[in-house]
């Protein structure tokens, strides 16, 4: 189990679900601009996780993180507008 988080494998499958998710709300009629900025805060997260998990330079972690602020504010001004 050890060795399914540390190698980032848990986090992939995260990745996966998020982007099949992505492709139901799509298909459920959701605009794919409204879909898309629903979700990516939380595949930023699990990129910075990803990379935390795998030990990889603190920048890796930090980018993502720091976007995914931005893209949440994103998000929610646009569904204010409607």
Excluded: C, N, Y
């Excluded at 595949?43 to 993502?64: D, Q």
Aim: hydrophobic fraction near 65%; charge should be positive.
């Amino acid at each position: 189990m050890e060795q399914f988080f540390s190698s980032g494998l848990a986090v992939d499958i995260v990745l996966a679900v998020l982007t099949l998710e992505f492709l139901i709300l799509w298909r459920k009629g959701w605009a794919p601009l409204d879909a898309f900025l629903l979700l990516l805060p939380a595949a930023l997260i699990a990129l910075a996780l990803r990379a935390a998990l795998t030990e990889m330079h603190w920048i890796w972690i930090a980018v993502p993180l720091a976007l995914s602020f931005p893209v949440h504010l994103a998000d929610l001004a646009r569904r204010r507008k409607r």
